[in-house]
């Protein structure tokens, strides 16, 4: 359902799978867990795009992608009927995505070992999966045109 919103979506976790499957050493872990993050990174910009200022005292722009998957969740809940079971959610969301950034950031510190890998793909489809137990109905479908390049082909076979 992610992918309606995300269509890169599972381009990503696809490779971020593979790598994890070949990976030997702790730098190839190391950037599984990387992966991770930029995973639910991407997603967040999907659902909630990066903006200036503030909304109930989070900040939204590009870095706060946290933050911005909260208010997802928030605006979610405010036109679900469902509020407390939304709400317990979104407690579990936040600290899955506190622990997730935790193991994701692990690699950047200090050695990141296959059992931590694992942990951390794992937390990223989950998370990615209560994302999606959250929205009632259909995410908003973003197909995954490249306008620029259209524009480029027609007016090359314009001018042939």
Known sequence: RLGDTAPDLGDKLWSMLKAFNEAE??????LVTASCRRIVEYVSDQLFPPIEGEIEGRKLGTTQYRNRLLAFVDKTRKSDTNI?????STKTLSEQMEKLS???????????????????????????????????????????????EFLERMKKRHKE
């Open 25 to 30: 050493t702790n730098e190839q872990f190391a």
């Open 84 to 88: 407390d079971v939304v709400w317990i």
């Open 102 to 148: 935790e193991l994701a950031n692990k690699g950047i510190h200090s050695e990141v070992y296959r059992a931590e890998t694992r942990r951390c793909l794992l937390r990223t489809i989950i998370l990615l999966d209560d994302i999606i137990s959250l929205k009632v109905g259909a995410f908003e479908i973003k197909p995954k045109l490249n306008f620029d």
